[in-house]
């Protein structure tokens, strides 16, 4: 699986739209991008996956450059219960398996 | 809620001993992962099982064994249990077993050796 790099710390006020930079440049055409999230210690919890084209759903948005080698994941309106642990994750198509770097912690502050 | 669940939520037990550790899948979903999430190591895959077949390993250790039933209910087995396997295993689930499925994660189990 491609290697992701993101930065280990962002702030971002509450109401503000959160952008959360991935950089998988070793990507091949048949992985997939995912991010989840890690609140504290709770079970990590799904937000979004892409392949190529732009994502939306109730919780994000997933910006996927054309070249595939970076991706944005977007909080819309931050809230204070955004705060956690985001991980971008690149899967391969006939890999089951997560596997989990050390992921961006977002603090959302008032 | 996630819709998969994992009991006990704590548990402390001694060096040398052995727990089985219980996960239910959300309904529909065929397959099972096992995850362990210690302070040095981050989050690191275990083993997965797709409808009662074992299907893909992680970094599992051979003191660690796991299953799944008939029910597609899992259970994961820590024996010979060592300070170092104190962590959180977090188990999840996925309707298949294709990357472009996603994982639902439980609240997990925190285990601590003493």
């Known amino acids: 699986d491609a290697k992701t790099t993101q930065p280990p710390s962002m702030d971002c006020a509450e109401g503000r739209a959160a952008n959360l930079p991935c950089n998988h440049s070793?990507?091949?055409?048949?992985?997939?991008v995912y991010w989840y999230r890690q609140i504290h210690s709770q079970g990590p919890q799904y937000i979004i996956h892409g392949l190529k084209n732009n994502e939306t759903n109730e919780m994000a948005s997933l910006i996927i450059t054309e070249d595939r080698k970076s991706s944005t994941l977007i909080l819309p309106h931050a809230t204070l219960r955004d705060t956690a642990v985001y991980y971008c994750i690149v899967r391969a198509l006939n890999t089951d398996k997560l596997i989990f770097g050390t992921g961006t912690r977002l603090q959302v502050f008032p | 809620d996630s819709g998969v669940t994992q009991t006990p939520k704590h548990l402390i037990t001694a060096t040398g001993q052995r727990v089985t550790l219980r996960c239910s899948p959300r309904?529909?979903?065929?397959?099972v992962y096992w995850y362990q999430q210690s302070l040095d190591q981050g989050l690191q895959f275990l083993i997965q099982y797709y409808n009662g077949e074992e299907r893909a390993k992680g970094n599992i250790l051979e003191r660690f064994s796991a299953q799944q039933f008939p029910d597609l209910h899992s259970e994961l087995n820590l024996s010979s249990l060592e300070l170092g396997d104190s962590a959180l295993y977090f188990c999840?689930?996925?309707?298949?077993?294709?990357?472009?499925?996603?994982?639902?994660f439980g609240p997990g189990t925190r285990l601590t050796v003493t």
């Open positions: 309904s529909g979903d065929l397959s």
């Open positions: 070793t990507i091949s055409g048949n992985e997939y």
């Open positions: 999840a689930s996925s309707i298949g077993s294709q990357s472009s499925y996603e994982q639902y």
